[in-house]
């Protein structure tokens, strides 16, 4: 029996990070706007890519800012537990995950770290998984990652450390 973790959140980073990712929103939506309207007769494709990059921006910034507010409103409160029964992360869901339905593991993405891991079908189908996450996910799969992200945000933890934690009531997938 592991001794309970339960990791308080520090919503200071991520209340910088909402402002910086709802901005990127904004600049995304300006980028496409101005491409729309070069939009003509004449137009090289300039137009198109543009367009393209500011919608990128846009649903990117959406997403992260989910993520970031996400963590900002959780205030001072418990972020992170882990007990014998399970994981709690609110800010993927506020359900608790049975370590046996857990698959997880530290991932380089080939620019930093990240804790990520997949939950069992029966378990996953029951779990009401917060929109930013869902979304997240679906762009995790694309390149055959685990599905759910651990963020850091608000940890003041790094993933291998969070990992640590973790490794105590269940090993990583190898």
């Known amino acids: 029996m592991a001794e309970p973790v339960i990791i308080h959140n520090r919503p200071f980073w ?18 496409a706007g101005v491409g729309a309207s070069w939009l003509g007769a004449g137009e090289n494709g300039l ?47 506020d359900a608790t995950i ?22 069992a079908p029966p378990e996953r189908a ?14 995790n799969r694309l390149f055959n990652y685990p599905e759910l992200t651990m963020v850091t945000l608000g940890t003041a933890k790094s993933a291998h450390a969070l990992g640590s934690l973790m490794e105590s009531f269940k090993s990583p997938r190898r």
């Open 14 to 31: 991520a209340r910088i990070l909402t402002v910086f990712w709802a901005v990127e929103v904004a600049v995304g939506l300006v980028f």
């Open 47 to 93: 137009a198109g890519v543009t367009i393209g990059c500011g919608l990128l921006l846009a649903v990117v910034g959406v997403v992260m800012t989910g993520v970031s507010w996400r963590v900002w409103r959780l205030g001072q409160g418990p972020a992170i537990e882990m007990r014998d029964g399970g994981l709690v992360d609110r800010r993927i869901a």
């Open 126 to 139: 029951a779990l009401d998984v917060h929109w930013e996450q869902r979304l997240m996910g679906r762009f």
């Open 98 to 119: 049975p370590w046996a339905a857990i698959s997880w593991a530290v991932i380089f993405n080939g620019r930093s770290y990240s804790l990520q891991f997949d939950v």
